[in-house]
């Protein structure tokens, strides 16, 4: 790979567009370093987390609410475990979310067990064995046992701390890896990983390839690890997250999971990422010979497609916006490529599952495949541009950003 930085003349690394950086990873700005944290700290600190976690298994009968914030024996349950709760049943979670605002707490009880009497009655008249549930917990501040979520038996358990151990087992070294815009509430986790010399250099920018990862015991998620391609002089991100490839692992929380087989498939994965990496590289080279009409109409459907705010939708088009203030700026100007960067740029402004979502939506949206030609982008995206056109003034205007 063609490297930029280089050392200044007091022996300090800077890259490619001046700003300090480090010897081991020559191509961030230490700027954004400063905000990672090393993956290993990262890793330890999920594994610290689960001696407080329990599993228990209760027969479908046991499964009760005594009132409206314990099961019948005397075991809490938090926001997520009152929700998987609710998802056995067929009642609304704005109808739960409407009686606990208005603290009608007996009827909450009521319907919920008259919905889990039902689904017992039905399942028991089909003449089947009694169906038993898994119950996870999580002790709380005072050492009690909380439960944050109720699942079924055929639920499959990756745990965050086995997600981070066969994550670990699958990257070249843990040496100097950095993990940046993490989240770990000890029930999901996810984040990036980026890795030293994995980079490569362009006019606009240095970029480099990265893994990003996210996990949930709660059945927020699966287990999914994906290549994503972040720009140095920024950090944007975009996370290649189509299934369709042998360098994405979707693993759902489903039957029995053959963790020795799921590792192998991350490790083969995550190594085809980084050799083949260069593979994102080229679909962005793609974009930026793509031109984009109407980038304010096209930012609007695409927006609006995706189920995104009106809020994200204007601070997507500030993003492209401010990118065409950077140095090259003019490769962003009415291309594919400055349509999804200004995507990207805008995820920093969010934190969590925003941003995470925010990045994995432009991987969608560039291409329908990662090894893609220049004429299939381009067709794709005059798909787009004649949709854009369709698109009424008045709702365009509504995702303009016009400053502050």
Not at 84 to 107: A, C, G, K, W
Not at 250 to 277: C, P, S, Y
Request: glycine letters at 6%; proline letters at 2%.
């Amino acid at each position: 790979m063609l490297f930029r930085s280089k050392q200044d003349a007091n022996g300090n690394w800077v890259n490619a567009i001046g700003l300090q950086s480090t010897a081991t990873h020559r191509h961030v700005a230490k700027v954004w370093q400063d905000k990672c944290t090393p993956l290993a700290q990262f890793i330890d600190a999920v594994k610290a987390q689960a001696p407080s976690k329990s599993d228990v298994n209760k027969l479908e009968s046991e499964i009760r609410l005594k009132d409206s914030e314990t099961l019948i024996d005397g075991t809490p349950l938090n926001e997520s475990g009152m929700n998987s709760l609710r998802m056995f049943t067929e009642i609304p979670s704005s109808m739960v979310s409407f009686l606990q605002e208005r603290e009608y707490n007996d009827d909450l009880v009521k319907y919920v067990n008259a919905e889990l009497d039902r689904r017992e009655t039905e399942w028991n008249g089909k003449g089947k064995d009694a169906r038993s549930f898994l119950v996870r917990t999580r002790k709380d501040d005072t050492g009690n046992d909380v439960i944050r979520a109720i699942v079924s038996e055929r639920y499959g358990v990756i745990d965050n701390h086995e997600a981070m151990e066969i994550i670990a087992n699958s990257l070249p070294s843990l040496d100097d890896a950095l993990a940046s815009h993490i989240f770990n509430n000890g029930d999901d986790i996810y984040g990036n990983i980026l890795l030293p010399d994995h980079m490569k250099s362009e006019p606009d920018s240095d970029y480099g390839v990265g893994i990003a990862f996210k996990n949930s015991e709660i059945r927020n998620s699966t287990f999914r690890i994906s290549p994503f391609l972040f720009r140095a002089i920024c950090l944007n991100g975009m996370i290649w997250g189509r299934q369709n490839s042998n360098i994405t692992v979707n693993q759902k929380h489903l039957g029995k999971i053959d963790l020795v087989e799921l590792q192998e498939q991350v490790r083969f994965a995550i190594q085809v990422a980084l050799t083949e990496g260069n593979d994102l590289l080229t679909l962005m080279g793609h974009a930026k010979q793509v031109k984009v009409e109407n980038p304010l109409a096209t930012i609007a459907m695409l927006a609006r497609d995706n189920k995104m705010t009106v809020a994200q939708g204007k601070m997507w088009h500030k993003g492209y916006l401010d990118s065409l203030h950077e140095k090259h700026g003019d490769v962003h100007e009415k291309t594919a490529f400055g349509i999804i960067n200004g995507l990207t740029r805008s995820a920093q402004d969010y934190d969590g599952a925003t941003r995470e979502q925010m990045e994995t939506t432009a991987g969608f949206i560039l291409a329908p495949a990662i090894d893609s030609s220049l004429q299939e982008i381009s067709k794709r995206w005059g798909m787009i541009d004649e949709r854009a056109k369709q698109m009424e003034a008045k709702t365009i205007n509504q995702y303009a950003f016009v400053g502050v």
